[in-house]
């Protein structure tokens, strides 16, 4: 799921909490989704890490 402010990226695994640090500091973060998958909200926790842009088909 994709919030509309870009905050969060989620599956609800921690799967991309754990895999983003690990990319270059100079490297844009960019979510990829469907519609369907945009939410107004989802609930940040103090370790997820904001996307810089999202990609909506």
Known sequence: MLE????????????????LPRLRKDCQ?????FREQQVPRVPCEPHDLPLDAVMVG
């Open 29 to 33: 973060v960019i979510g990829v989704a």
């Open 4 to 19: 509309n402010s870009f905050l969060k990226l989620s599956n609800y695994g921690g799967n991309y909490d754990r895999f």
